[in-house]
């Protein structure tokens, strides 16, 4: 089994930061990727970015350029640093993780651009 623990959203206004984290307890023998998705309002559950155990990373379109996801190994932690963020970012982001397979999903943290 693995615990996600998610941190760091938050209302911030047009064109600010935030930062993201999730951090994974439970075994983290067999993980795999790490990543964010997030789901608006009325909207399905979309991919943010992904990071894999090697390091290469994958980012909606949407992000890219905006938004760096980076991870910590020994902590088994990831974090989404968001910058210039707009509107349509808004949204509850979760954090997901792919262990032999099987994907664990936390508890999702709300962010919210608005002026």
């Known amino acids: 089994q693995v615990q996600l623990v998610e941190s760091g959203g938050g209302l911030v206004q047009p064109g600010g930061s935030l930062r993201l984290s999730c951090a994974a307890s439970?075994?983290?023998?067999?993980?795999?990727?790490m990543g964010w998705y997030r789901q608006a309002p009325g909207k399905q559950r979309e991919l943010v970015a992904t990071?894999?155990?090697?390091?290469?990373?994958n980012y909606a379109d949407s992000v890219k350029g905006r938004f760096t996801i980076s991870k910590d190994n020994a902590k088994n932690t990831i974090y989404l640093q968001m910058n210039s963020l707009e509107p349509e970012d808004t949204a509850v982001y979760y954090c997901c993780v792919r262990r032999w397979g099987v994907d664990y999903w936390g508890q999702g943290t709300q962010v919210s651009v608005s002026s």
């Open positions: 990071i894999s155990l090697d390091g290469p990373t």
């Open positions: 439970g075994s983290g023998f067999g993980i795999t990727t």
